[in-house]
Structure formats: C-alpha cells, structure tokens
C-alpha cells in the first residue's frame, strides 16, 4: 500500500488533493478561477466605493490613512494574490477555448509560475516604495497592448456562434488580463500613489487617464457582472428565479459603472 | 502476492418505500482481481439480496453500471478490486449512486430522466444526406472527416462526466449531451445542423461549461470531452 503523504493528513489539503484524484487538477483550478473571481468582485465594489470618496479630498486621505493604520500594507501585497492568478489563468482558459491551444497542462505550470514572479516582483516595489513613473507612458504601453490583446480575440472569436454578450465576456477579460496586474503594479510604485488625493485628482484631469480609468471600469463591471450571472444560472433552474436575478445584478453592477463613471467625470 | 483483501464498503442506500435513506456497512473477503460488479454481486448472494445496483453488459460497453466510489464517477465493472486498492490507498469504499437523476433505490436513479437531456440534442442524423455515389446506398465518410470526432463516437452515455462537471446538473443539459451534439454537426452525413447550434448556444448549453475538464479526466472511455466542448465555443 502507498504511503499516506504528511500534507494529505491535514483535512483541507486532503479534501483538495482527493478532488484532483477523482477529478482532476483542472478541475480544482476552475473552483480557484470561480472563487477568485467572486473575491474580485467584491475587491471591485470596496475599490469605487472607497474612491468615490474623492469628491471630499480632506475625507479621502484621512480613510486612507486610517485604512494604511487598520490593513497592514503585506494584506494589500495579499490581495494581489486572486488578482493575477485569475487574470493569468483567464488567459489560459481563452487560450484553451478560443486558440486550440491543447497544451493545457505546460500553460497552466506557466501560470503558477507566473504568478509567484508577479508577486515576489509586486513585493520587491513595495518594498522598495518611491518608484518615479510617467503615468502617461506606463499607462499608453499597456493600454495599447491590452486594446491589441481584445483586438486578437475579436478576430477569432468571428468564427464562434455564440452570443455577443458572451463574446464581450471574453473580450473584456483579455482587456483585462494585462491591464488589472498593470493597475495593481502601478498603485504600489510609490505609496503615495494612490493615496493622496491631490495626486489622483491631477492624474485624473488627463483625458487620456479618463480614457484608460473609463474603459478599465466598464470592462471590470461588465466581465465580473456577467461572470456573477454566469455562475448562478449554473444552479438556479427557475425562469423566475433567473430573471429576478439577472434585474438585481444588472441594477447593482449599474449602479457601481455610474459611481465610477461621476468619479471620472467629476473633475 | 496478495490474492484476497478483505475490504469495507459503505453503500449509500435508499428504501422508496419507507422514504428512508441510509449508508450500510458491508465487509467482504474479494479476490484481487474481483470487479466491483462481482463484489456487489457476492453482497447480494452471501450477504443481502435486497442491495439494488445495476448492470448489462459488464464490458464496459452500456454505461449502466456507473457509480461514484470514494467519489470519483467510474463504471463498477471495470475497476478490479487490486486497483482500486492502490489507487485508493484503502480497502474501506464509500459507495453512491451517480446524482445526475433522481433516485430509484439505493444505486439505481432513474436514467430515463438522465437520458431527456442527451434527447434534447437529438442524438440522430435529423436530416440525412443523400448518397454521394450512385452506387452505394449509403453516404460514405471520408477518413479525414471521421478523423476529427471518431473519438466522440465512442460515448456510451455512463453520464460519469456529468456527475464529474463543475456545472451543477440543475440547468447544464451536460458534457455528453454537448458532445452528441458537436457530433452532429460535424458528421458530413447530417444536413440539419441549425437545430443543433440552436441548442449548443442555448442557456443551458455551452455557457454553461467552464472549461474545468473534469469530464475528460473522468470518462472511461477516454474521450477529450472537453476538447469537443471548446471547439463548439470556438466555433465548429
Ligand atoms: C479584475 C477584474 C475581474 C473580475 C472582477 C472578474 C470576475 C469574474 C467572475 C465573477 C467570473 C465567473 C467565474 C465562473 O464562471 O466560474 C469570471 C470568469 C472569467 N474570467 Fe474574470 N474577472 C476579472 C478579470 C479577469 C481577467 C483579467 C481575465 C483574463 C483574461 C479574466 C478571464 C475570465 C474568464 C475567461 C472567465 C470565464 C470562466 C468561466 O467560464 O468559468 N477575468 N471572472
Ligand atoms: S463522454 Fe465519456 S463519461 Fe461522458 S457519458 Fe460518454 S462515455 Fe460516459
Ligand atoms: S469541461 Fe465543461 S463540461 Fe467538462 S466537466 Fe468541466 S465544466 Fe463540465
């Protein structure tokens, strides 16, 4: 008889490795893509609430403050942790559907990997703090290459019958996969990035920024608000049930793109 | 060698008469290369002839005799006890009914039920093309075009990649359901395929699968299920 493994007496690692034996690693990676997603979504709405707060710039820097003395800055390095694994495995899985790519197995080794380099990378600039950046130029690189990204997977997926609004799914996700890491590297250059009010305000009169803060709202709100639906009509089966749903989760997801939209448009 | 195990297996019962649900414990001398259709069998000659499970063809070949054990969806005729042992690592076995279907009794559901969603797909030529050749009555194939779905062809509907799908099976018409249907639409011998897309990209079609591939870790006829699936969001 094989040797019980040490780690597989610990009740939750066991649950997880008797899964991937009787379904798979995959499989358990799609529960780590679902979760994470959720986490996102709930990451996303605290994120335009707090911001929405900008419109009182005194108020703004003390709840930052306050939440730098309350949230030790290595839970703002954890966060980044379902960022880039979903955003990195999102990539694989439009790989695997929309590109043949069959070689599933070495991708997903690449996005594990991947994301440990992002966040020994992500530690090593907080820690170093005081990165100078241009804004501007850090923010046309990966816009364009996240526009040039969502363009590749408009061409392919002219061929797919699927609904438009599934296809925006995906479209939106690619937008994504560079441009969240890209967001998330950016506030944690220089600490005080993303704290000072006067700072973001400035940043903000660049219609160029407006653009990119725009596009990244909406596509965030759309992706994550069609994921949500996505995931609870895998379980409800009835038509008024889903219905219901789809009026509260569209108003809800509407209703945080009209904070974040006023946000932008406010200065 | 080891030639006997004694095992442990733990079956989930159920009495429709009595609305009763239970999990029985019983303890038997197998062979080592006993199947577990040969295990539950002895069960029912030494031991309890009233535990209800099924079977046909004990070849691999009907699907009926699909079951979850220690959770994983298999067929019971093809797992030899010595394997199950070692894949296992234990000689105690939970033993459950696949939940895609209602319950019957004990490891029997209602595969009539299963099987109304593999019927909405339709699982059939709709529309057969006529002959290519004036002489042969039947429209023949090329190897290049059976190349790409042969694989397919071989579902049995066991419906274990369903019990094994992240989709839960309230509103997903399931993998093998799906995979009936890309079938179809790449046999050259069917000319109706609208009614089939109409059902992949249905609600409770492709959408509803999200590339989790369990369906192609589980199915024990080794067909990539997933594979097929990805192709019909790609687009066939
Ligand atoms: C930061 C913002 C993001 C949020 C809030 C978010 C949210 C979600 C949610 C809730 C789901 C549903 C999960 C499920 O179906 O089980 C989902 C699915 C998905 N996400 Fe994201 N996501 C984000 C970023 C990304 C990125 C950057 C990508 C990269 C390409 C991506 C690609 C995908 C894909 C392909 C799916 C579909 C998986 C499926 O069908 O199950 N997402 N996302
Ligand atoms: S695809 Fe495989 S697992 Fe699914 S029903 Fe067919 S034979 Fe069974
Ligand atoms: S790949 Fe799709 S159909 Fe197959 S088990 Fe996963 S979710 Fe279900």
Known sequence: MKQQSRLGTIPGISYVQKTARNRGWPYVVAWLHRITGLMLVLYVFLHILTLSGLSDPVGFEQKMQWFQKLIPLFFDWFLAIPVIFHSLNGGRLILYELFGNRLDQPVLRGVMVGSGLYLLMLAVIMIMGDQSVSPFLFWVYFFLASILCGYLVTLRLKRSGATLLWKMQRVSGTFLFLMVPAHMLFMHLDPVIGRDAQLILTRLQSPFIKLVDLLLVVSVLYHGGYGVIGVCRDYLSFRGAQLALLVLITTLFFGFGLIGVKLLFLV | ?236
Not at chain 2, 23 to 38: K, N, P, S, W
Not at chain 2, 39 to 62: F, M, Y
Not at chain 2, 93 to 119: C, H, M, N, Q, S
């Open chain 2, 1 to 236: 060698m080891i030639t006997t195990y004694q095992i442990t297996l733990k079956i989930h019962r159920y009495d429709p008469a009595l609305q009763k649900h239970w999990t029985q414990e019983y303890q038997v001398e197998a062979g080592r290369i006993m199947r577990f259709v040969d295990v539950l069998r002895k069960i029912n000659d030494e031991q309890d002839p009233t535990l209800a499970w099924g079977s046909s063809c004990e070849h691999g070949q009907c699907g009926t005799c699909s079951m979850k054990i220690n959770g994983k969806p298999l067929l019971s005729c093809e797992l030899l006890v010595e394997n199950a042992v070692d894949f296992f690592n234990t000689t105690t076995f939970e033993i459950e009914p696949l939940e895609v279907a209602p319950r019957i009794r004990d490891l029997i559901i209602d595969t009539e039920k299963a099987y109304e969603r593999v019927d909405r797909v339709k699982p059939y030529v709709i529309d057969p093309a006529p002959a290519d050749h004036d002489d042969v009555e039947e429209n023949q194939i090329s190897p290049e075009d059976l190349e790409r779905y042969v694989d397919a062809t071989r579902c049995i509907n066991c419906f274990c990649c369903s019990s094994a799908c992240i989709s839960s099976h309230r509103t997903f018409l399931g993998p093998n359901a799906m995979l009936a249907a890309v079938v179809r639409v790449m046999d050259p011998r069917e000319r109706e395929k609208q009614q089939r897309l109409d059902v992949l990209y249905n609600e409770n079609g492709v959408y509803r699968c999200h590339s989790s591939k369990a369906c192609s870790f589980v199915c024990p006829k080794e067909i990539d299920v997933a594979h097929f699936i990805a192709l019909a969001k790609e687009g066939l």
